[in-house]
């Protein structure tokens, strides 16, 4: 019975994907003078709130934090959530 445990192990029914993600501090250093950014077309899943940003922005983005969405729309910029 020593080996009993551990020969098949689980397995998932899908295929876990990797999500590419970016930070709200990480926007106007990748994104310099830009006041539009579809976030998707740029090849990231999900905006983080991390760090701070000092402009005004609109962003289109998958998914978001609330944090994130916050700190856009302090400094009067807006996130849309698309698909």
């Keep these: ?3 009993h445990f ?5 397995k998932r029914g899908f295929d876990k994907r990797e999500i590419k993600v970016i930070n709200v501090g ?4 990748l994104f ?4 539009e950014i579809n976030l998707k077309e740029e090849g990231f899943d999900k905006l983080l709130g991390k ?7 609109r962003i289109m983005v998958p998914r978001a934090t609330e944090r ?3 700190k856009i729309e302090e400094k009067g910029g ?4 698309i698909e």
């Design 1 to 3: 019975m020593r080996d």
């Design 6 to 10: 551990g020969g098949r192990g689980f």
């Design 26 to 29: 990480d926007i106007e250093r």
């Design 32 to 35: 310099p003078n830009k006041e």
């Design 51 to 57: 760090g701070d940003i000092n402009s005004k922005v």
């Design 68 to 70: 994130a969405i916050k």
């Design 78 to 81: 807006e996130v849309i959530i």
